[in-house]
Structures are given as structure tokens and as C-alpha cells.
């Protein structure tokens, strides 16, 4: 009998052989599993069959039973999530964990059981009202079923008022019956329905915006690699009309019966994005991301992996989805830091759509006004597409130039200047609204004793702590951790405690003093908890004018706000002198992107940057120049210097309650690294984390760096094996990112 082989999510990086389930037929591959691991049960997902084991016979326990009669995934799309496993190292069943809905990971069915609809008989149908004069009441629900599209439920007619007695009643004179539901080999729960639903032969739900010419252009150029693998770099200033792109794109997609996966970087986006998508299409649009609910997150990919879903919107996790139609991949904002996952599997899905839209042979855009460094190579050598918008589609609106307004020597209200306030109260007073963008949350990023020189730190971290005004508290934004405000300083008891810096709450306070009359609608992580709250905020600022706009970069991320006409950034110094590589590209981006948000519609936009370094050159080529002249600059850079992506990179954390526990690891592992490495790569380490102590832990790293890909994947995988075997990585926590983009 053969044996089945099962992934399962474990830190092993194997599959593992049971006998299949006793008297049933062997599953088929993509065949979800239940079946004993050690003391407990799991739920894995059978990957294919072998003749014999490695292990003897008796120590081979059997499956315990099959979850599905029909493989979750295709042969093809299970090659593209073993192809992940490969690349980044990591276990089948940890990618399957990434792939696969929560509920269908626990062992719930894929087709849920669903309350039975209460349908109109044959002689329903015909039957006339009048026949019921003596039962008004049931009558009236008869007329009502008789005009509704769709069978009701039970629940939702005793919601409009009737009762069970009344349903029994006209069931006992056969004008209405349960709906009849589906065997079980035919869908657990599943209503007898037709498998294609009825469609409006139009797939539009309104007109399409007319193109400008350099649209048209690019629409000319798209639609000619249809069909094929044609990565593309869709590179538009902001508000150049890229969505109306992807829109009118889409369509010829949908009309050919095709499916389309649109990926975007934040939660925060989806609901503005899915409106408009649903506004435009008579088709079935769904969004995945983290803040749905384990049943709505089920219910989006079940309608995408049967093929109903014509339009899957979603955050980086909706790359595994399964799509058995897909016949374009869109990644809008593709530069966004948050498509690289920072835990577990840590994917970049911006790498994964173009891989995926490869494998399946299909289209890919990618879409930004500040492309990565690493699509912006492959443009500029020609792996890519390299496409052009250039100008907003309104006639005479065009993208302000972002202004240095240098602040030495100036005096500072809350991190607000005199000449900034002033541009501010221009604007104001012409009922518009303001954008300020402040990447700082909390009231100060320090408190410091002016008597002593105390300054409160965490007792986990090797961070400050944020004073928070409301509610008053002490945060830790790395690890969470919160206490009291201190009444006095624990260190001298007389000195006066004093914040230092601006947080986006102090910037609140100064704002709500100098403006009393006009509303401030402040996002942050503090402010907009759930998407509830985000909503309410979006429809806010979508009444309210004036309103000052004041939040983090969630604020710079792709919104509409046609009334904001003018957009500042407080402090654009953070990332110009950093020691991470990527400073200044991703500097560069955020006022960008930030510039972006003035003078969208037919208002002049103005855009003011609050620097120290004014006379930096670099900041001066990417207000006078652009973006993209910066970008080639750094590029330049990252070549000289044999940086990504012009190079490439792995890197291995450990982490441990004490710090010689990870201290010894490292150590041999770098011993480990140097003894393997017959291909000359460059080895970085083992260094203390930039933050060496985070949530009570001491952090290490040891980066590998290589020329080329081959030799670094071939000495990850020898370094991976010697871990997995070394009793000291047993006691330590340890992962591996392969191209990783956060060095601190």
C-alpha cells in the first residue's frame, strides 16, 4: 500500500508519511488531512505519494480522515507555493499556513453548513393571492416570496415579522417547501444551485472616464500583451489617473471571463478602492485582508478559488490566493514597504505576482509614482515594460513642486513654523483643507528630567518610551509595554519632567489652539483602531471644509482628497543621514508621496517640506528634478557600492532571554558559515540587532551577501541543515530572511 505524504505546519523542513485513511480511496494531491502528531491532532494537506518511508513500518500511524473530496489547490498553483518554500527556505507547511483561510487551517469545511432557505412550490408560483383572503397575513407572504429574486431564510422572514407558524401553514397547502440541500458528496451544506450565477451580459456598472491622450497611449500598449507574460512598470505621477488604467484594463478582462488580482499595500485603502471597483463592474468583487473575519476571509477565497469572484482586491497574503481564471495581476503602490511580510514566511508579493503572473503566463502591472529601486532597474534595463504618465488627466492641474522651507535658527510651535502656520491660514481661509503629515505618534517621543538628565526608557527594549497624553500613559511602541505617567522623576524626585520632540497629539493640541473653529481629524494607529473607525474618518474629511488633515504616512497612501490644497511634511530629516541603505530612497518616496496629496482636482496645490538640511543636494534634485532623477542616483550608488539590486542578501536573526545563549550561536554559526564557504561570499557578523534588547529579548544578526544568487541559496541551505541539527539552536529562537529589506 503506499504511504501518503502530508505537510504539515512545523518548523521541519520535510514532509511527513502516514498510511492513508483505512478503507478509503488514496486522497488526490491538495487534499486537506487530518491525522495524529505526537500527542495531538493536525491538520495538513497531502502533497503525494511514496512506495516506502525512511522509517520502519510500525512507527508509520495511518491518517485519520480525508477534509475534502475535491484538491483545494491545483497542480499548478501547489508548484508555485512549493517554489516559495524553496526559494525562501522554509517549511511546505508553513506556506500552506499562509496560503490557506484560518478556518480551512482548524479543519472547518470549505462549504459550511447553510440554514435552508424557505422556496416557492410549482403551484406557489401560479397560486393568486386572492386564494388566501382569509389569511391576510399569509398572504402577504406568499406575495412576498413570490417577488423575491432569491429564496429567504427562516431568520430573515421572522425578521419582516412572520412566523414559523405561518411558514408551517403554507407548507401544509404546498405552495412553499424547504430548499432541498446538497449530498454531502456534492458540497457539505451547499444549496442546489447552477454553478455559473446569472450575469448582466455588460460587465460595466457605469461609463468608463474618458482617456487623455497619454492614457490612450499606454491603454494601446497593455492591451497588446494580453494574453502573454509582459511585466510592466506603470510609472504615473500622482493622481495621473493609474487607477483609471487598471479599471479600464480590467474591463477586457472581465469580458473575456477572466479573472483579476489586484494587489494594495494598506487595509486602509481597501474600502475606497473596492467602491470604486464595485461602482464600475456588474461583477462579483471581493477583498481579502487581516481586519476581515475569519467567515468573510473563507467566503472570499472560496468565491475566488471557484472562479466567482471576477475581481480579488487585497492586501500582500492575497498573492496565494487560487484563481482558477486569472488572466492579469495588478500591484498598485508597488514600491510600499508593506508587501514584505516581517514574520514567519517572510515573501515580498510583489517578487511572488511577477513570478506567479510568469508561471501562469499572464500580464502584470506594476503601478507607483516612486517605483523601488528594484523595479526601476529592471525598467531601466529593459526586464520590464518601462511606461510613462506624466500629467494629471484634469486640464491645467498640475503636480506641485514640493518646497524646501528650512527651519535653522527658526522657533518652533509644536513643530509648526511661522511661515508654515501662515501658508496654512491662506489655505484655510479659502475653505480648503490642510495636510500634515507627522510620521510620530504619542505626544513626545521622550520625556526627560530637566533636573537630572533622566530620561524614560522601557524595561524591555532598549527604546524610549512615548508620552501619550490621551489616555496619559508611558508606550513602548515596540513592545507594547504601557505604564503611568511618573508624577516625579524616579531618579532625582526634584526635577521638573519635560516632553521632548513632537508626536502627532502634541501637533493636535497646537493645532485645536491656533484653529478653534476648524475641525482637526487626526490617523494614526491611536486615532483608527478598525476599519469602523477609518471609515467614519474618511467620511469626515470627505464633508468637512476647512479641516486640517493631520496623521502618519497612512495619510500619504494613496487617498483622494480633492479639497486638500495644501500638504506639508514636518520634519523630512529622519531618513536623510540614516546608516539603513534604503533612507533616503524611501525619504524620497514619503514626500512624494505626501506632495501628492495637494491640488488633485481643479484647485493649484502648494507643497511645503520642513527641513534642517535644506541645501542638501539630494533633497534639492527631488523637488527641482524629480523622483525618478534622484532614483537613478541612487541607483548609481547601490552599484558602486554592490548594494541590492545589484547584489543579494540573506539574513539570519536569533533571539534568546539571555545574551549569551544567542551570543554562543551565532558565534558558531558564523564559524559554520566561514568553514563552508567555498564561493567567496561576504560575510557581515554576527552583530548585537541595531536594538539589541526588544520585548525582553537580546537580539543578534549575520548577514551573507553575494554577487549572485546560486552560491548564497546553496550556503543558506548548508547553514540550514547544521542548524536544524545544532543542540544550541535548540534553545535559541532563529529565522532566516532571504532579501531582506529592514536591516535595523
Same mark, same amino acid.
Given at each position: ?526 486615532? $483608527?483602531?478598525?476599519?469602523?473607525? &477609518?471609515? /467614519? ?6 464633508? #468637512?471644509?476647512?479641516?486640517? *488633515? !493631520? =496623521? ?109 545563549? $544567542?551570543?554562543?550561536?551565532?558565534? &558558531?554559526? /558564523? ?6 564557504? #567555498?564561493?567567496?561570499?561576504? *560575510? !557581515? =557578523? ?59
Amino acid at each position: 500500500m503506499p504511504l501518503i505524504q502530508v505537510a504539515l505546519a512545523t518548523p521541519l523542513r520535510r514532509l511527513f508519511d502516514y498510511w492513508p485513511v483505512a478503507g478509503e480511496p488514496l486522497p488526490a494531491v491538495g487534499v486537506r488531512v487530518k491525522v495524529p502528531f505526537g500527542n495531538r491532532q493536525m491538520i495538513g494537506l497531502v502533497m503525494g505519494q511514496v512506495a516506502a518511508s525512511d522509517l520502519p513500518n510500525n512507527r508509520i500511524k495511518a491518517a485519520l480522515a480525508y477534509l475534502d473530496t475535491k484538491p483545494l489547490f491545483t497542480q499548478h498553483h501547489l508548484d508555485f507555493l512549493r517554489w516559495v518554500a524553496s526559494y525562501y527556505h522554509q517549511p511546505m507547511g508553513e506556506v500552506l499556513q499562509a496560503a490557506l483561510p484560518a478556518l480551512l487551517r482548524q479543519g472547518q469545511n470549505l462549504h459550511p453548513p447553510q440554514e435552508p432557505r424557505w422556496e416557492l412550490t410549482e403551484l406557489g408560483k401560479t397560486t393568486p393571492l386572492s386564494e388566501l383572503q382569509r389569511a391576510p397575513r399569509q398572504a402577504n407572504l406568499l406575495k412576498l416570496l413570490q417577488t423575491s429574486a432569491q429564496p429567504k431564510t427562516q431568520k430573515a422572514l421572522q425578521a419582516e415579522g412572520y412566523s414559523l407558524a405561518m411558514l408551517q401553514a403554507l407548507q401544509t397547502k404546498n405552495l412553499i417547501a424547504l430548499q432541498k440541500l446538497a449530498t454531502k458528496t456534492q458540497g457539505i451544506g451547499l444549496p442546489q444551485l447552477p454553478l455559473d450565477e446569472h450575469l448582466p451580459k455588460s460587465v460595466l456598472a457605469e461609463v468608463p472616464l474618458t482617456l487623455t491622450a497619454e492614457q490612450q497611449q499606454v491603454m494601446q500598449i497593455l492591451t497588446k500583451k494580453l494574453g502573454t507574460f509582459s511585466p510592466a512598470l506603470l510609472q504615473g505621477v500622482t493622481g495621473s489617473g493609474k487607477t483609471e488604467i487598471y479599471l479600464q484594463l480590467i474591463q477586457q478582462l472581465l469580458e473575456a471571463g477572466q479573472q483579476v488580482l489586484v494587489l494594495i499595500p494598506e487595509i486602509g485603502l481597501t474600502p475606497q478602492t473596492l467602491k470604486r471597483f464595485e461602482q464600475r463592474f456588474n461583477r462579483r468583487v471581493v477583498s481579502m485582508h487581516s481586519a476581515m473575519t475569519d467567515k468573510e476571509r473563507l467566503d472570499a477565497w472560496r468565491s475566488a478559488m471557484q472562479g466567482r469572484a471576477a475581481v480579488v482586491l487585497g492586501t500582500r497574503s492575497a498573492i496565494f490566493t487560487p484563481l482558477p481564471k486569472l488572466g492579469l495581476i495588478i500591484v498598485d503602490e508597488e514600491h510600499d514597504t508593506s508587501f514584505k511580510q516581517q514574520d514567519g514566511l517572510r515573501y515580498q508579493a510583489r517578487d511572488l505576482a511577477v513570478l506567479r503572473a510568469k508561471q501562469e503566463n499572464i500580464p502584470i502591472l506594476l503601478g507607483s509614482a516612486t517605483p523601488a529601486l528594484e523595479t526601476l532597474v529592471k525598467a531601466k534595463d529593459g526586464a520590464y515594460l518601462w511606461l510613462h504618465l506624466r500629467q494629471r488627466p484634469a486640464q491645467g492641474v498640475k503636480v506641485p513642486e514640493p518646497k524646501l522651507l528650512d527651519i535653522r535658527n527658526r522657533k518652533l510651535f509644536g513643530g509648526f513654523s511661522e511661515p508654515l502656520l501662515l501658508a496654512m491660514d491662506k489655505h484655510l481661509k479659502a475653505d480648503n483643507q490642510v495636510l500634515v503629515l507627522l510620521n510620530r505618534r504619542g505626544f513626545a517621543p521622550v520625556l526627560m528630567c530637566t533636573g537630572c538628565g533622566w530620561i524614560a526608557g522601557c524595561l524591555h527594549c532598549d527604546s524610549r518610551m512615548t508620552w501619550h497624553k490621551e489616555p496619559p500613559k508611558l508606550h513602548c511602541h515596540h513592545c507594547d509595554q504601557q505604564q503611568p505617567l511618573p508624577t516625579s522623576c524616579p531618579q532625582c524626585v526634584d526635577g521638573e519632567l519635560k516632553p521632548l520632540g513632537v508626536g502627532t497629539e502634541r501637533a493636535e493640541e497646537v493645532l485645536l489652539e491656533r484653529y478653534p473653529d476648524i475641525p482637526v481629524i487626526r490617523l494614526d494607529r491611536d486615532s $483608527v483602531r478598525n476599519r469602523n473607525d &477609518l471609515a /467614519a474618518k474618511l467620511e469626515q474629511i470627505a464633508r #468637512q471644509r476647512p479641516a486640517i *488633515l !493631520l =496623521g502618519t504616512q497612512m495619510l500619504a497612501k494613496g487617498h483622494h482628497f480633492p479639497d486638500v490644497t495644501l500638504a506639508t511634511l514636518l520634519n523630512a530629516d529622519h531618513g536623510l543621514y540614516s546608516s539603513d541603505p534604503r533612507a533616503m530612497e524611501r525619504t524620497a518616496q514619503l514626500i512624494i508621496q505626501v506632495a501628492g496629496r495637494a491640488g488633485r482636482e481643479e484647485k493649484p496645490g502648494e507643497v511645503i517640506i520642513q527641513t534642517h538640511h535644506s541645501d542638501d543636494p539630494r533633497l534639492e534634485k527631488l523637488c527641482i528634478e524629480g523622483y525618478e532623477a534622484l532614483a537613478l542616483d541612487l541607483l548609481d550608488e547601490r552599484q558602486k557600492t554592490n548594494w541590492p539590486p545589484y547584489a543579494y542578501l540573506a539574513m539570519f536573526r536569533a533571539e534568546a532571554p539571555k545574551t549569551e545563549q $544567542v551570543d554562543a550561536l551565532m558565534r &558558531l554559526l /558564523a564559524g559554520q558559515a566561514n568553514a563552508l564557504n #567555498q564561493e567567496h561570499l561576504t *560575510l !557581515l =557578523g554576527p552583530v548585537p540587532a541595531p536594538m539589541e534588547r526588544r520585548q525582553g529579548r537580546y537580539h543578534m544578526q549575520f548577514l551573507l551577501h553575494a554577487k549572485k544568487r546560486a552560491p548564497l541559496h546553496r550556503l543558506v541551505a548548508q547553514l540550514l541543515s547544521w542548524l536544524e541539527k545544532s543542540p544550541e539552536a535548540r534553545r535559541v529562537r532563529w529565522s532566516l530572511d532571504i532579501d531582506p529589506e529592514d536591516l535595523f
